[in-house]
């Protein structure tokens, strides 16, 4: 027993917490059941498959916490785990693992059946806790129990939360130590009895579970809804072993930036184009190449790219030339799947058209890349509005409505490329 202890004591000592800010709390040494309790679950983690056991839905309640836990230790609200983690709680907190739960989610409760609608909680609302505040079904006394020692203020966002991932019955877990983390803590310093370390944290297989339809899922087009998993492990990213966090979470920030990120998509991918002339008929070759994207670019069906080319005359008016559409579009009953043009790691998605001009008047050509990362949303809620609006109760609608007007304004232009008419042309 005295192995094991050392064992798991090495293992939380791993935790990546600035605990030299920690409040000085009144921790104590691990009690006889405290060491039995934890070198079981340390052991059990190691013989069973750690990820299958983690996200095995539906995640039980936490139960109450050890008794001699302080206040804070006490406490799995995200502003409790950001007095110490204070960088990992900044950058969850504008994420959209804390948005999971949001008006475009809540208004559905009126459209959706009662078990699609609690479906959607496995990885929205992962927790037992946070799930009670969005269905009487998970208000349960044992469940309840747990969420007034945990929340003792109550539950204001019932998204992903910091415990979603990293508590299981009061016991932490978290990535390995830094190759390069040197400080180490004493026993008697560790918060909420330290933590347990599992490399799993810092594999895809990790993020799996929510990012990945399931096998009894919808399929369109021979394809699930959600594949970025598969995605990935057919890429050359996977091969050479980079993992979803090594883009999404790099030095470990929790901010898991994607498609709705501007600066985040515009180092992923990269725009290349020419535009010749031979008598007075203009070539146009453009390439949009994935750099650095570990799956299909835009992933899942929601995110749409367009690609526009425009002439640009003296009197900076424009003439649309051409636009394709990066990305896989589907109806809004996810029935049927028209197309998919989505690009490959490491692919390209290329456009060549010719243009010859009715003037001599062309001054310029004139590229856009535009990202709309919502444009399924857009699509679907839109048309539920025109269908539905005078069976939803007046806060559903508002709620649908104030969430339509977020999807449509989450528009970006990414790239703006411009090239001057070769002056072999005569104006």
């Known amino acids: 027993m005295a192995v094991a202890r050392l064992v798991a004591v090495e293992e939380m000592l791993a935790a990546d917490n600035p605990l030299d800010k920690i409040y000085d709390m009144p921790f104590e040494r691990f009690q006889l059941t405290n060491i039995f309790l934890l070198m079981t679950m340390f052991v059990s983690c190691l013989d069973e498959n750690f990820i299958e056991s983690h996200w095995n839905h539906s995640i039980s309640e936490q139960g109450q916490p050890p008794l001699h836990f302080s206040a804070l230790e006490k406490n799995l609200d995200p502003n409790a785990c950001g007095s110490c983690h204070k960088d990992q709680f900044q950058n969850w907190e504008k994420s959209h693992h804390a948005k999971s739960i949001s008006k475009g989610f809540l208004w559905q409760k009126e459209v959706l059946s009662s078990k699609e609608y609690q479906s959607c909680f496995q990885c929205h609302s992962p927790l037992a ?3 009670s505040e969005l269905s009487i079904e998970y208000q349960t006394p044992g469940i309840l129990n747990s969420k007034s020692h945990n929340f003792p203020d109550g539950i204001s ?17 978290g990535p390995p130590k830094r190759i390069n983390q040197t400080k180490e803590y004493p026993v008697k310093n560790l918060p909420h009895n330290g933590y347990i370390a599992k490399k799993e944290f810092e594999s895809s297989e990790f993020c799996k579970s929510c990012h990945t339809s399931k096998e009894t899922g919808i399929k369109l087009g021979g394809k699930k809804l959600m594949e970025v998993y598969s995605e990935w492990e057919n890429s050359p990213f ?19 930036k994607g498609i709705h990120d501007k600066t985040f998509v515009q180092n992923s991918v990269r725009p290349t184009w020419s535009v010749t002339e031979k008598n007075g008929i203009f070539q146009i070759q453009a390439e949009l190449k994935s ?3 570990g799956h299909d670019f835009p992933t899942y069906i929601v995110p749409k790219i367009y690609l526009r080319f425009y002439a640009i005359q003296k009197k900076a008016s424009r003439i649309l030339l051409e636009e394709s559409v990066i990305g896989r579009f589907v109806n809004t009953r996810l029935t049927e799947e028209y197309f998919d ?3 490959k790691p490491l692919g390209s998605h290329v456009v060549r058209f010719e243009y010859e001009p009715k003037q001599k008047t062309i001054q310029e050509f004139l590229w856009e890349i535009e990202v709309d990362p919502d444009e399924q949303y857009v699509r679907s809620f839109e048309e539920e509005l025109r269908e539905k609006e005078n069976q939803l109760s007046k806060q559903s609608k508002e709620l649908l409505q104030e969430s339509l007007s977020e999807k449509k304004n989450s528009r970006y232009m990414l790239f703006t490329l411009s090239l001057k008419v070769p002056v072999s042309l005569p104006q």
């Open 157 to 173: 966002n019932p998204s992903i939360l910091c415990a979603s991932c990293h508590i299981r019955n009061q016991v932490r877990f």
């Open 341 to 343: 043009t989505r690009i």
């Open 291 to 293: 750099l650095s994207v």
């Open 238 to 256: 996977a091969k050479e072993g980079i993992q979803c966090q090594n883009c999404h979470m790099p030095d470990r920030e929790h901010s898991w």
């Open 129 to 131: 806790e946070t799930k």
